[in-house]
């Protein structure tokens, strides 16, 4: 879903998971680090949990010092940004001459790169409803080396699958609210606990065990022992706990 504010102008070729592309990136090729610089990356939740972890911060402190939020067009919702360097180039804070220094942990975005992906379903798992493009940036001189991918096999090996997993019913709250009419809006609670749960992961945990969330919310005790220790599994609850205040979809209970 994400795409490089550079890749507006150019028009993209549609893709299917069997569909094949020749591409490869590595520090021998000329423009290595390039498609670093200014660009407009939207960071998932999973992200979001990837870098704060690897920086030792809480998902607060990463927030503050690495992103900027805005409004994603057509949904109303809040999402963030990577917030680049204020230099010339503006450049990735996290990139170097001899490439990522938090490449193991990188964004999404990245990690699909030179690919994007869409879906034209709100239903998690409609794979058949989701396409991929390739955009060849002329810069880009990845497209001359002769590696041959399918989307499949790219997506796979840049682990990609597995964030897509992880992001599903994210994804699906996005699709879903950009179907819905413009004139229909979120309130602004709304919008703050879809912010909390999506990206603050840290201080959602706090807000759930901490408030009076559990005593006005049905939880099994294994589900709350689970989101206690696993913070994936945190995230899939609190996907599914927006989805349910946004669309009343889900089997949430609140205490009588």
């Known amino acids: 879903m994400d795409i490089s504010s550079k890749m507006a102008n150019i028009k993209p070729v549609k893709l299917g998971r069997n569909d094949k592309f ?28 990837r870098l704060k972890n690897r920086l030792q911060l809480t ?9 900027k939020p805005q409004l994603l067009e057509k949904t109303d919702l809040p999402v ?6 204020d230099d010339d180039l503006k450049s990735c804070p996290f990139v170097r001459e001899e490439g990522c220094i938090i490449y193991e942990d990188r964004p999404t975005t990245c990690r699909y790169y030179p690919l994007g992906t869409a879906t034209l379903s709100h239903k998690e798992g409609a794979d058949d ?17 002769n590696k041959v991918w399918t989307v499949h096999e790219w997506r796979k090996n840049q682990g990609v699958d597995i964030h897509d997993e992880i992001n599903a ?3 699906d709250l996005i699709v879903r609210k950009r179907s819905f009419p413009v004139n229909i809006k979120l309130t602004e609670q709304s919008k703050k606990m879809f912010f909390l749960a999506s990206y603050n992961i840290d201080k959602f945990k706090d807000f759930m065990f901490e408030s ?22 945190l995230l899939e609850f609190g996907g599914k706990w927006v989805k349910w205040i946004l669309f009343k979809d889900g089997d949430f209970k609140t205490k009588k």
């Not at 409803?129 to 060849?136: C, I, P, Q, S, T």
Request: hydrophobic fraction near 40%.
């Open 59 to 67: 998902s607060e402190e990463f927030l503050a010092l690495y992103t």
């Open 80 to 85: 963030v940004t990577l917030k680049l360097l």
């Open 169 to 171: 019913i994210w994804t």
């Open 212 to 233: 009076s969330f559990l005593d006005r919310y049905d939880i099994d005790n294994k589900t709350i022992e689970k989101i206690k220790k696993d913070e994936i599994a």
């Open 22 to 49: 020749k591409f490869e990136c590595h520090k021998g090729v000329k423009c290595f680090t390039k498609c670093c610089r200014d660009i407009n990356i939207i960071l998932t939740p999973y992200d979001i949990v």
């Open 129 to 145: 409803d989701e396409f991929y493009f390739l955009v060849n940036e002329q810069y880009c001189l990845g497209f001359e080396e």
